[in-house]
């Protein structure tokens, strides 16, 4: 069965970082795309970051270009959100997910997310 | 900027109720227009892609249509498994979400 497992969420105070986790398992990591999704507490789903399969080709959105990055480690199965110069806006709930382009199905396995809160 | 429009913002249906949400892109996706279903304190689940292709073990009751701009799912004989929040996507230029149906009694 396919499966994510986020982790890294914690408390932290603005301006500071924050390193998340993703570890896959139960099919073929190096076959898709991943991202990121966060959701602020309350409020709807927004797309964070992609990356291609073989790393080499990465997008991000507006909100947290230049201040994210994520990356990952295919001899791991492990995807990685790095966040720097967090404000309290970042804070919520942050999915990792995948998305099966060759299948065109988007999305279709998500973690059960790690909570990330920017606080003073 | 892509932006994606859902309506209503919440919908008061009752059980075996057919219930239509619509979802408005700012610019064409084509037929790359996806829906989840979520519940309090869950992940969300993808249940239609390419606007109308049902995700496997989704209920046949649910179904997507539309192209270009505006996007329809259709939920038929409301169950109570069925009362959450419904997201749309596009995934024609990057990925954009809508801000969600609340599905409540």
């Known amino acids: 069965e396919a499966q994510l497992m986020e982790s890294g969420g914690g408390l932290v105070q603005p301006g500071g970082s924050l390193r998340l986790s993703c570890e896959a398992s139960g099919f073929s990591f190096t076959n898709y795309e991943m991202d990121w999704v966060r959701q602020a507490p309350g409020k709807g789903l927004e797309w964070v970051a992609d990356i291609g399969s073989t790393g080499t080709t990465i997008y991000y959105a507006d909100s947290v270009k230049g201040r994210f990055t994520i990356s990952r480690d295919n001899a791991k199965n492990s995807l990685f959100l790095q966040l720097n110069s967090l404000r309290p806006e970042d804070t919520g709930v942050y999915y990792c997910?995948?998305?099966?382009?060759?299948?065109?199905?988007?999305?279709?396995?998500w973690g059960l997310g790690t909570l990330v809160i920017v606080s003073s | 900027d892509m932006q994606m429009t859902q309506s209503p913002s919440t919908l008061s249906a009752s059980l075996g109720d057919r219930v239509t949400i619509t979802c408005r892109a700012s610019q064409r996706v084509g037929v790359w227009l996806a829906w989840y279903q979520q519940k309090p304190g869950k992940a969300p689940k993808l249940l239609i892609y390419?606007?109308?292709s049902l995700e496997n073990g989704v209920p046949p009751r649910f179904s997507g249509s539309g192209s270009g701009t505006e996007f329809t799912l259709t939920i038929n004989n409301l169950q109570p498994d069925d009362f959450a929040t419904y997201y749309c996507?596009?995934?024609?230029?990057?990925?954009?979400f809508g801000q969600g149906t609340r599905v409540e009694i």
């Open positions: 996507q596009q995934y024609n230029s990057l990925w954009t």
């Open positions: 997910t995948r998305y099966a382009s060759g299948t065109l199905r988007p999305f279709d396995i």
């Open positions: 390419q606007t109308s």
